[in-house]
């Protein structure tokens, strides 16, 4: 209950209304009888590093609570994000305020308070870190980067972090404490309750990510979007789009344009597909950075080329345009290593889609050119990895690029089925930083089990629990973890064709490669796990996003309506039995790689 305004002798300093003391006594009492938290504090997903429960300071989100934040532009996005969260399914108007200090404290309080933090927040830096000793805060309790505290108290909730993401972090933490029904899009008679105690986060690996692949089916922008906020819900920070390949180009080039208009209008099962303009492609770019996702975008080369060879016939090796391809074979398809027009080419659209990508990362395949061999496949690889520096971007390849010459700072993304690659290990003492993404663990277009009317089996059937129960940073033999950057999980789309399907093949299992991207190793529990996960689907189920309901997880609640992706025409289950990801058991060069299947 909010004090009232008192005199200098501590007295009232005006008698309240009696309407006022009815509404304060019947809150007060409220509270005192009020059952617990339905969501206890260590419910969150992915686990945090430390949770230390206090089941006396449950704090009650009103129809009055506020947003306080740090006077900084990112924190105080951050704050409206916050808002557009609380406000569909609770209704209240839940303002956003800058404030320069904690003298006015918040029902919500947002505190930007790190290096990161501008100038103009010094102040509300200064007295963050006042309050927090107060509440005897330890140095370990103040994580950088992306970490974030959260304290709970029956007075406010309180996120402080060194970094606008760390921030973002936190609200998604917020967010999973509130009732399931934060997620309805509509208003809802519910106690807006968050247990109380204090949690300290940070995650254990940098790059956290799914990949969606855009080019066997092409997926409008609004789908992309919505990928992205299944991503930043559970703190994965890439979304790496796979943009060319032999059923499609998606991305425009202003100076080779037939590579969308040509190479973009087919895909699998002879579609109409599609391409993102570079409108479209900035419009991603902003609402991923918006939600501190960072995009990766990939153009696969010198194989998966079909799509640009239709469109620009003078880059194939025999100068003749093939057909359009809209089966899901692999590995027959690549661009001319030994024609200099290729490198101009090669150039020209690396260069347009660097500029188009703020973020560090270019991604430039490098899989199954099972056609170009040796020192033709190393040499294309090292200039194409040159001509990616020339850009100012890290290289990224999948592992197929590790017997090609070493470039600083290049990642490899590691795809295979066998924890003993010798060939990637050495390529890992040479320099090179891993992307872990093995086909059978974290594939998310392999099926959930063998009835499972969509995805593929090459890899081995991905449930739930195969999909947590490994170790990113033990599971290469001969690599440490400090070599790995992070985790990724793809999903390739043969036989995926529509956002019901992609949610379907992500949840449950996105969270559970989440897990093992941010929390620490002591933390991964599978039973803890399950439990935690079962909460989730309410949430689902409120929000309206499809998903897998695995027998293996005790799931909270039935669906009103179940979300299941439809049976498969007789077409789809054809293209869905070709086993289209092959084991990667030659590297197109010398030496090659033995990960087996």
Avoid: C
């Avoid at 969606?212 to 092409?218: I, K, M």
């Avoid at 590297?587 to 033995?594: L, V």
């Amino acid at each position: 209950m909010a004090a009232l305004p008192t005199d200098p002798a501590g007295l009232p300093a005006q008698e309240p209304a009696a309407a006022d003391l009815a509404r304060a006594a019947a809150r007060t009492a409220g509270d005192l009888l009020a059952p617990p938290a339905p969501v206890r504090l260590g419910d969150v997903i992915p686990a945090p590093e430390r949770v230390a429960p206090d089941p006396t300071a449950d704090f009650v989100l009103s129809e009055d609570a506020a947003i306080r934040v740090s006077p900084d532009p990112a924190a105080r996005d951050v704050a409206a994000q916050l808002a557009e969260l609380l406000r569909p399914a609770t209704g209240y108007p839940v303002p956003v305020t800058e404030v320069a200090d904690d003298a006015t404290a918040g029902h919500l309080v947002l505190t930007l308070s790190g290096p990161a933090a501008s100038a103009s927040a010094s102040a509300s830096a200064s007295a963050s870190a006042s309050a927090s000793a107060s509440a005897g805060e330890s140095a370990p309790d103040r994580p950088g980067g992306e970490g974030y505290r959260l304290h709970v108290t029956p007075a406010e909730v309180r996120i402080i972090a060194a970094t606008a993401a760390g921030l973002f972090h936190g609200v998604q933490t917020l967010r999973q404490l509130l009732p399931s029904s934060i997620d309805s899009p509509v208003p809802v008679a519910e106690r807006w309750v968050v247990p109380g105690g204090l949690i300290v986060d940070r995650p254990r690996f940098p790059y956290r990510g799914a990949m969606l692949d855009v080019a066997r089916h092409f997926f409008g922008v609004a789908d992309v979007l919505r990928v992205i906020d299944h991503l930043a819900r559970y703190k994965l920070n890439h979304l790496h789009l796979h943009l060319t390949d032999d059923q499609g180009w998606r991305i425009a080039v202003d100076s080779w344009p037939r590579l969308a208009t040509v190479g973009g209008a087919t895909e699998v099962g002879g579609g109409p597909g599609g391409w993102y303009t570079a409108a479209d492609y900035r419009r991603i770019v902003r609402y991923a950075a918006r939600r501190h996702v960072t995009l990766v975008p990939e153009i696969d080369l010198p194989g998966h080329t079909n799509a640009a060879l239709l469109a620009y016939p003078e880059l194939a090796p025999d100068k003749v345009a093939p057909a359009p391809y809209t089966g899901t074979e692999v590995g027959f398809s690549y661009v001319d290593p030994a024609d200099e027009r290729t490198y101009d080419f090669v150039a020209d659209v690396l260069g347009e889609v660097a500029a188009l990508t703020p973020g560090p990362w270019l991604h430039i395949g490098g899989d199954e050119a099972f056609k170009v061999k040796g020192e033709a496949y190393t040499g294309f690889i090292e200039r194409a990895q040159r001509i990616v520096a020339a850009t100012g971007k890290t290289v990224v390849g999948w592992h197929q690029l590790a017997p090609a010459a070493h470039l600083d700072g290049r990642v490899l993304q590691w795809w295979g089925t066998n924890g003993d690659d010798p060939v990637v290990a050495e390529a890992v003492r040479r320099g090179a930083r891993l992307i872990l993404s093995p086909g059978n663990h974290a594939y998310f277009d392999m099926k959930y089990a063998p009835d499972t009317p969509i995805g593929h089996d090459w890899a081995g059937l991905i449930d739930v629990r195969r999909s947590y129960d490994w170790d990113p940073g033990a599971h290469l033999a001969e690599v440490p973890a400090e070599a790995v950057l992070g985790v990724e999980a793809p999903l390739w789309t043969e036989s995926v064709t529509s956002l019901a399907e992609i949610e379907f093949m992500l949840l449950p299992r996105l969270p559970a490669l989440a897990e093992l991207a941010w929390s620490p190793r002591a933390a991964h529990d599978w039973a803890g796990f399950r439990d935690r996960l079962a909460g989730h689907g309410p949430r689902w189920d409120r929000a309206g996003i499809a998903f897998h309901r695995s027998p293996e997880i005790p799931w909270a609640a039935e669906p009103a309506q179940p979300a299941v992706p439809r049976q498969p025409t007789a077409e789809v289950a054809d293209r869905a039995s070709v086993p289209v990801r092959p084991d990667p058991a030659a590297t197109p060069g010398p030496p090659p790689a033995t990960n087996g299947a």
